[in-house]
């Protein structure tokens, strides 16, 4: 068998994977990057892009009925299932094309095949071998649906974006991230939705009062949530599924989907053929250093479980690659105050501590918190909230989280996020004057 060196080879092209094939050809080093899949992993294929494409397309319909009391006078409108899928399919395989160029570009040899690894530098990828001085693990994650009767008639998110028409009524089990934006999504495309959580209130892990103005805001868009509630078998029901619920009841639906969390995509990667250790569903172990236990081979973004965002892997591959071929010292990568939104409809920003860990951390906490009716709501009707709040740790002013529930919030926190990482205070959120008439203005007028 021919052997060809490298002295990075990475599996998995996804947002990470790329990131680091790029930056570390961009240090001179021999870089080949596997996959077998379309480039772009599960961000641009079946993730982040699409879903936000979709997200535009639901936004319409709120913008629609506001637009009336704007004085906009206009028949129904109808939508158009397969315009929206097929338009969004094409977008994909241009980015997917725009992947194949960076990577061409940077001078990263492009492997085509599942990669399988032989030992602690070796590969086997559609017939042929590899040798690498070092070996990055960026294969991502995929869903997960738990054991149960009728699991097979159960949907993932992969497969809502390729739907070959709508149901007329979709339950979302789950309530997290991917399960909250679905319910938006469909619920803004015309679809009835039922949204069942095992516990009772969304968004664990995210400040409290988020989840549940949130929960307040998608029950007033007529999103049924069925709290405390479990599925306990799922069967055919004509063209329809019918679901028996914890507690007794049943609920009919066109399509059930599982947004019940995502485990690492390590199957079939011959992990076993190394020292390479795995944890908690599967995830692959790391140092601070990205290395996993077999001392050539690393792994960054959704494969490690640590923290499942785009832009974190994509760090993660930059401090490697610069920390692998660079010059310069050794970098660590930060955790802290790592942004985040929900493009839930109204969507979620976030960054820093929520009230609760602040709570925990800090012996003076300050809450400063405004919910109030946006602007665009007086005369586009409907029950809309927004909800901001501050999190300060009052020894020393510094604030430590910033929340928001509202139109664009992932847009405003992005910003307020730079404030955050640079350790800025409550007077100087104070000392900034606001942008008048805006939403984010109430962060900056906060008493
Ligand atoms: P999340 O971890 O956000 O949510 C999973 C949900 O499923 C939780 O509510 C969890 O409940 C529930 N759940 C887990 N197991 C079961 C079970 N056996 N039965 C019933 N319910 C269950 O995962 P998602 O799938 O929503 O998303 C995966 C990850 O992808 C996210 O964590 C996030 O990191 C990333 N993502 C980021 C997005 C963004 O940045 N906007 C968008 C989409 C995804 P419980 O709370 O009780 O554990």
Partial sequence: ??????????????????????????????????????????CVNVGCVPKKLFVYAAEFSHALSDARGY??????????????????????????????????????????????LLDAHRVAIADREYHARHILIATGGRPFIPEFPGREHALNSDDMFYLEQLPERIAIVGGGYIAVEFSGIFKGLGIEIDLIYRRDRLLRGFDTELGETLAAQMQERGIRIHFNTEVERIEPAGAEFRASLSGGGQLTAGAFLYATGRKANTSGLGLENTRVQTGDGGAIRTDGSFCTAEPSIYAIGDVTGRVELTPVAIREAMVLTRNLFGDGEATAMDYDNIPSAVFSQPAIGTVGLSEQQARERFANVRVYRSEFRPLKATLGGGGDRALIKLVVDADSDRVLGCHMLGDHAGEIIQGFAVAVQMGATKADFDRTIGIHPTAAEEFVTLR
Avoid: C, H
């Fill in 71 to 116: 004085g906009w006078e206009m028949p129904a409108a109808d939508f158009d299932w397969p315009t929206l899928r097929d338009n969004k399919t094409k977008e994909i395989e241009r980015l997917n094309g725009i992947y194949q160029k960076l990577l061409e570009e940077s001078g990263a040899t492009l492997l085509r095949g599942k990669a399988r």
């Fill in 1 to 42: 068998m021919n052997t060809t060196d490298f002295d990075l080879l990475v599996i998995g092209a996804g947002s990470g994977g790329v990131r680091a094939a790029r930056m570390a050809a961009g240090y001179g080093a021999r870089v080949a990057v596997a996959e077998s899949q379309a480039l772009g992993g599960t």
